[in-house]
């Protein structure tokens, strides 16, 4: 199985950036695509950013498009997502997954079989 940690979420004001991280752990962590979720109050979680085992296909939200990042350093078993232009509407707890059983990036939070514990994301006008 894989075991994954988010890092880097933080306070940060309209217009700025932030960089978060993504620990994992587990035998099989180059063959797994992995993404980014996030999910503010009162609404579902919902697909941010995903990334393919080699770092060579990513797909993104068109939310995030143009302004968000995925990247993957399998030497470091470590997802990155750079967000920058950082707008309100961007607050939410972000989350990494991974499926089990595929090497296609995801965007189904429900086909995610593994999460992370999450990182707060608080953007300020």
């Known amino acids: 199985q894989v075991q994954l940690v988010e890092s880097g979420g933080g306070l940060v004001q309209a217009g700025g950036s932030l960089r978060l991280s993504c620990a994992a752990s587990?035998?099989?962590?180059?063959?797994?695509?992995m993404g980014w979720f996030r999910q503010a109050p009162g609404k579902e979680r919902e697909f941010v950013a995903g990334i393919n085992w080699s770092g060579g296909n990513t797909y993104y939200a068109d939310s995030v498009k143009g302004r968000f990042t995925i990247s993957r350093d399998n030497a470091k078993n470590t997802v990155y997502l750079q967000m920058n232009s950082l707008k309100p509407e961007d607050t939410a707890v972000y989350y990494c997954g991974a499926p089990s059983h595929t090497r296609m990036i995801v965007t189904t939070p429900t086909r995610i079989d593994y999460w992370g514990q999450g990182t707060q994301v608080t953007v300020s006008s």
């Open positions: 587990g035998r099989t962590f180059s063959s797994n695509p």
